[in-house]
């Protein structure tokens, strides 16, 4: 065999993967394979003056490369077993907790020290939030900050490539069982390289990636589900009670009309509106700086509603897709609305946005979210922005910004068992690619999980 482990993905599961199997047995030959470039060749050609929006990259520097999906993201770590993904489903709620605090220190000890967690235990804003029929999720939340993550990621890939091979701009096209045990990867260059044991870690942009090799090695995989809402903005004043004491709060509600559940989601005070390229249709999302020289005055979070969908429809992803194309079509990309102009059922125009007195942090066209978001969706986000408004007076505002769509693409579930392996002996499937995971604290743990189970495996194995 080439090597005894084999990588596919360098994102957050990727990454600490590699950086435990390293802890535990550093003798180990292990290899990483990256559709992305390396950190810091990762370059968004949109600058805001020649590049002003999303010109669809082949590979999408925000989504691939050295530090995945999360490499320019917001790095919220956040320890809990309420939101970012089910692993506790697979390894148990403790343990869960444990990698995810074990993740916190190596990040702590590779550039994030000094970085603030913050909590949401006890708080009076929980009380606040039931009293208006809202409920406050429980979380500590690490928030890196785009620049610290940043800095964090360039500390572990320092420490790990004397070690691990790394193969950037590499995609693995084939991932076949060799007959007598192991795998053999396939390159888009057509080259072989063959491993004991892969961990297949390739997020969200590798979805359909993801379902092809289950359905060629036999693998099942279960429909899942796909959110999708707006992102808002507003001045940072009315939610600063919030994000000032806990930074991310994750508020859910349950509509009146429908009992839809609607939820906060990616809190980022004092951030930016971004767009993000997910298989070349544009959706938005955000971010914001530990760094105070980089804040704005507004702060931004998404408002998410769940779509699980029964037999026999089994496409979630594409239905998400098709709402995002719908936006894309009207709006060349993102539309932006003010909350006022959607309510009084017209479109924003660039003049109405120009009057405004939230200033967008993304360049988006003016335009009608209610053309683009299925009825049930966009009352249940109405009537949450109202709920908001009685315990942040001022979110229900007329200039309060709606960016849409947002969605959030899940990707189908692969069969796994409690070591998170396939029925492919020795092929394991981690982080977003696997479905169990929609987070960066979730994602790193299960790396860290594998890791100690492949160790585990190869160190006992009789010689
Ligand atoms: C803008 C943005 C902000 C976010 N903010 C947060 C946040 O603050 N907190 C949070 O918890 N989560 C956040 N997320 C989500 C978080 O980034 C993901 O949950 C996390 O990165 C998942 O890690 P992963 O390793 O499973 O996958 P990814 O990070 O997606 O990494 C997968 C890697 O695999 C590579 N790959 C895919 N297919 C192949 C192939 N065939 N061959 C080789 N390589 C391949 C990709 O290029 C990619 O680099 C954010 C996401 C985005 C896009």
Known sequence: MDYDVIIVGAGPGGIF?????????PDLRVAVFELGAPLERRKCPIDGKKVKS???????SIMSGFGGAGAFSDGKYNITNQFGGTLYEYIGKQQALELMRYVDDINLSHGGAGTKLYSTANTAIKKKCCENDLHLLDAQVRHLGTDINYIVLENLYNALKSQVTFFFRTEIVNVEQLDGGGFSVTTAAEEQYTCTNCIVSVGRSGSKWMERVCGQLGIRTLSNRVDIGVRVELPAVVFSHLTDELYESKIVY???QFEDLVRTFCMN??????????NGIVTVNGHSYEDESLHTDNTNFALLVSKHFSEPFRDSNGYGESIARLSNMLGGGVIVQRFGDLIRGRRSNAQRIAESYVVPTLAATPGDLSLVIPKRILDGIIEMIYALDKIAPGTANDDTLLYGVEVKFYNMEVELDTNLETTAKGLYVIGDGSGVT??????????????????????????
Do not use: D, W
């Open 254 to 256: 349950r509509t009146k």
């Open 17 to 25: 993967s590699a950086y435990e199997l390293m802890q535990k047995s």
């Open 54 to 60: 999303c010109i669809k990259c082949k590979t999408c």
């Open 269 to 278: 005070p004092h951030g930016v509106v971004v767009n993000e390229n997910t």
């Open 438 to 463: 929609h987070s960066l604290s979730h994602a790193s743990a299960s790396g860290v999980y594998v890791a100690r189970r492949i160790a585990e495996k190869l160190l006992t194995k009789p010689q």
